[in-house]
């Protein structure tokens, strides 16, 4: 295996690892330089990529690679200027592969998808494409309106909901109609890491002047993942700054999180309530007869057939995350390709052991308050700890709550994990926080975000 091919591999195998604005945002523009002695070196477009490889995706790649080739010892970054890259064949594509997808036999290839530099947008990403269901219609019909009309309603659109739910689908697939229906709009999605990133290099560069005009002149601005813009003062003044320019001229502003405004920590006030002025809808988890749906549309575009039971079975134990769904069917595409028929029931379910298991496997209390206090932004040790402050209590009520309805912990058992409190503090806690989810959308949004978070691993 050349190279080329070599490195080809590896992303088709990365882009079920990572989401696709990630994938998209750091692995773009990558190619293999050269292979020797077991060092492989990978040239990426700038120092920001090759940090973020290094300290981020390094384990993944490698592993990826050494089941390819167990000869590769070491992988090693390069930034390689424009004029050295110019005499490189795989750079001078306007492409990167980042999708497994079958030829015409039905056998797994590699297609390289074409993303607009200027506009970072995936053109595989359409309306057409996207599964409608009760849990992404209202998001799905707003999105829509603004194709037709951009900047005159809902005005700006905010998207939340859990991980792997398709909120990267849907407002890709609102810039690519945009610029397939107004080829003279300007725009540009981006992930809330790449704005980050550009921010910081527009201040080390003195070049703010112009970070400010490219923004301030588009038509569309589209971020996803915005709730890592989350303690990052000077990223939010200037997305503040430039949220004002555009809503002033009219333009459209999309945004999407992994939960609403309200719930995002360390955000400024003023930037929350620009983003609560316009439309937010939310995106959950599928339902049973969408994700069958969901299933049978990419056995479809595929062009196989997979029993029927084997998408029931599929859809029953993959409840919470699209993605991790496509990423089974996957599994199964290659049990195709290596052996040239469907697989069966029981060949699916030796396939997926690893993918599907009980809840109770899965997780444990542990877990549990790991995830609430990553949601809350604050420490383990806190939501353990004797402390009755606000900030506090309510993120380590949540957790007690979460256990028992999840878990099925025992009042007793549910105590002791938070430094042995009394039973009746943690029934007070879940009948408290269990009445209040009744009364607040919001709480119960951020339960079920955290209870996604959980299930999808």
Known sequence: MDKDDLWRAVLAQ?????????FATWLKNTYIVSRKDGQLVVSVPNNFSREWLENKYNKAIFHILRAIDHDIKEVKYTVERAAQSATKQAPQKQTISIRAMENSSGQLDLREARIDRATNLNPRYTFESFV????NELAHAAS???VKEPGTIYNPFFI?????????????AVGNQITKDFPDKKIRYMTSERFTSEVVAAIRNHSVDNFRGLYRDLDILI?????????????QEELFHTFNALYEKGHQIIFSSDRPPKSIPALEERLRSRFEGG????????????????????????????DDDVCEYLASNIQRNIRELEGALNRLFAFYRLNHK??????????????????????SSKKVIQLVAEFYDMQEKDLIAASRKKEIVRPRQVAMYIMREELKHSYPLIGKKFGGKDHTTAIYACEKIQKEVQESEILADEINIIKQRMYSG
């Open 342 to 363: 469907a697989p069966s029931l029981t060949e699916a379910k030796s396939l997926l052991k690893s993918v599907i298991q009980t809840p109770s496997k899965q997780i």
């Open 14 to 22: 990365l882009q079920f690892q990572i989401s696709p604005a990630n």
């Open 279 to 306: 439309m937010i809808a939310d995106v959950s988890a599928p339902d049973f007869e969408t994700r069958l749906a969901i299933l049978k549309t990419k056995i479809q575009n595929r062009s196989l057939t997979i």
């Open 144 to 146: 829509l309106a603004i």
């Open 223 to 235: 971020i996803d993942d915005i709730q890592f813009l989350a303690g990052k003062e000077k990223t």
């Open 160 to 172: 939340y909901g859990g991980v792997g739910l398709g909120k990267t689908h849907l407002l890709q």
């Open 132 to 135: 409608v269901g009760p849990f």
